[in-house]
């Protein structure tokens, strides 16, 4: 048998050099002595090749073919076999790499017991190796095992160099979320972060994971507790903030660790711009503003903060501000797009009006400052089409040149035909749009249906919807604006056979429940019922100040003049749209507060003096301000 062998090395040559290559990648061989193994003759190589000193690998020659035939038998589906070789090489060899080489072959082959006993001997043959710990910790998780999670967890913290320690601390919940329900990981949690509760360099994060956890659990009161607690320890702490931002939602009182935080003079920017995020989606826009508008103080030539300034000014009908902010966003972000043009990102070639059809295009390219551009342009054209300076929302709308943008740029320019009269050219403008996707026939059909509700051609615009409820059935955002207008037809049975469609599609629907219950508030029709609607829709969406509103005002309807002005004072104080305002003065007015019902209306005529509502309230009330 001693003959034949020179003949196997040679028939193996090319398997041996691709088991090679997969030892280099597990840290067994250096790259030069994998190349040596599916190369003999190196007397071609050049002289540089030569003098690089040769990296000799640890391993015998039996370790090698035992590695080769586990990878062999993995390769022809037999991963028991390649397991058991490639478990009992680790061991010998006592590599982390083919520690993990094994797990990693049970995982695949969904054989967790196996998985978990590779990681149990790789701790036993390294009982130091933090990565052994954090691997039999996350295959405990992953095969649901979480009562035996304690004892690596522990291992796995002490294991862990100090000066990472807080930054795994930090990362615990959300590792540990499938340990359990969430009382037994916030236990968990704090069984095992009790050794480091108070020590300098994880106090805080302790406190914070431990927060996150009893959040989790839906221990709002005891997390704020330990918010307040680690700001306390370390007030310039981006830490507690962060954790009051996610608390503010269902404990008000969370929202004075971000306000004390930001008052820090080392404040970072990026938590301010997280807390504005916070307000707007609470649609609590002039506190964003306030936040937005000191932003801008403190970092004067970052363009970002103007542009979200420039909209919510907008939103709250502050046209001069809201268009000042957008061209000061405009006047940074061009010399960036313009750099990122020359340079070919995808950035630039938005800002230059470039089109890239690559598979990522969209997804990487929406939020730079090409795309920025875009949205400022777009916004100073509404804010200038409602001035009625229509040609220069023209101008603006020139700039754009982005064939992603196509659509909503040809709804402005619609929007401007319409209110000039020309519906008919406004309708086809749209029509005529390429589609450049499948959801392109929808937005068109929206868009068409928005433009016509803006001239208050509600039965038209009934009739586009009701084309786009035919194409697009179980879509709740056509039905819902279907409803809408039904409600400005007086088409009460359609709108509320819509709504109920939509609450059927969408049951978290809360402006679904919203709408219907304000409607039925607003015609004094089954009062009790609208009153349970608006409720409704306010356990979806806590505090939003346009279902407030709603509840005010059917309260009022109701005859509970106190309550309804409790109500509409905290939606106000909110969000102070015109609307909200006119509800405000009619039950101020009621109770007999009229100077200051006088002062709330004074204040949204001069925001917006069209507004139907108001107008309508004033008329109907007799109210000469």
Known sequence: ??????????????????????????GLLGPAAALAQGRPAMAAAPAEA????????????????????????????????AYELMLDAARRSRDDGLFRRAADIALRARAGDQALAASRAWRLAKPDSAEAARLQ?????????????????????????????????SVLPRFLQRAGDARAVARLTEDALQPYRDAESTR?????????????????????????????????SPGPALLGMELMRGQPEAESLVLDYLRQPQAEPALRLAYVRVLTGAQRYPDAVTQLQTLTRQQPEAAQPYLSLGALQLELKNVDEGEAALRRYVELAQPLAARQAAAGTNEGLMARGGDDDGPDSDDESRSGPGQGLVQAWLMLAQAAEQ???????????????????????????????????RIAQAREIIRSSPERSGDDARAKLMAEAGVLRDVKRWAEAYEVLGTASQRFSTDADILYEQAMMAEKLDRLPDMERLLR?????????????????????????????????????????????????SLGWVEYRLGNLPEAARLLRQAYGTRPDTEIAAHLGEVLWALGERDEARRVWREARGRDASNEVLRETLARLRVDL
């Open 50 to 81: 030569a003098s690089a000193p040769v990296q000799n690998s640890a391993m015998d020659d039996r370790l090698f073919y035992q590695l080769l035939v586990g990878e062999m038998a993995l390769s022809a589906g037999d991963a028991g076999s």
């Open 204 to 236: 805080v994060p302790v406190r914070i994971a431990l927060g996150r956890a009893w959040l989790e659990a839906g221990e709002a009161g005891r997390a704020f507790e330990l918010a307040r607690e680690a700001q306390r320890l370390e007030p310039a």
């Open 501 to 549: 469609r939509v609450i059927e599609l969408k049951p978290d629907s809360a402006h679904a429940y919203n709408a219907l219950g304000y409607s039925l508030a607003e015609r004094k029709l089954r009062l009790p019922e609208a009153r349970e609607l608006i409720q409704r829709a306010l356990e979806l969406t806590p505090g939003d100040p346009f279902i407030t509103d």
């Open 137 to 169: 910790l996350q295959i405990l998780l992953l095969i649901n095992r979480p009562e035996a999670v304690a004892e690596p967890l522990r291992a796995l913290l002490t294991l862990t160099p100090a000066a990472e320690r807080p930054g795994l601390i």
């Open 387 to 421: 001035r009625r300076d229509f040609a220069a929302a023209e101008a603006y709308l020139a700039k754009i040149d982005d064939p992603r943008s196509a659509l909503d740029v040809q709804t402005r320019r619609a929007s401007i035909l319409a209110r000039q009269g």
């Open 1 to 26: 048998m001693g003959t034949p062998m020179p003949h196997l090395l040679r028939r193996t040559s090319v398997l041996s050099f691709r088991a090679s290559l997969l030892l280099c990648s597990l």
